[in-house]
Each structure stands twice: as C-alpha cells, then as structure tokens.
C-alpha cells in the first residue's frame, strides 16, 4: 500500500525526516504530484515513528500558515 501526502513545503518535511533515518520518497517533480511525499506503509513501530516525526515536521513548516 502506498499513500501520497501533499503539503506545502515537502522537500524540507522530508529532508529533514530523511536526516532523522525516517525513509519516505519525495515526489514532487513528479507529474501531479507538486508538494507531494510518498510513504509506504510498514511495520507498526515504523508506522508511528512515520506519524510522529511527520506531525512535528509539519507543524514545523506549517506554523506560518496558521494564525493564532
């Protein structure tokens, strides 16, 4: 099974996760797939160090959208 994620600022939501040893696959040069991140799923421990390092990045690079 594989999911696509979009967000804005995937390049960076994947480095660094990719810096952190969690394997996920930009696509964003991809045709359709402008700020798009490809995961696969995996094991369940592998799962949850996905979901959570993702949130924290996300949130990293999403704070300039939000507005308090």
């Given amino acids: 099974l594989c999911i696509r994620v979009q967000v804005p600022n995937a390049y960076d939501i994947y480095r660094e996760m990719a ?3 969690v394997v996920a696959r ?3 040069k991809d045709l359709h797939c402008d700020d798009c991140i490809r995961l696969t799923i995996g094991k369940p421990h592998e799962n949850d160090t996905f979901l959570d390092k993702f949130k924290t990045k996300a949130e990293k690079f999403l704070s300039k ?3 308090a």
């Fill in 19 to 21: 810096e952190e040893g």
């Fill in 65 to 67: 959208y939000t507005t």
């Fill in 26 to 28: 930009y696509r964003g």
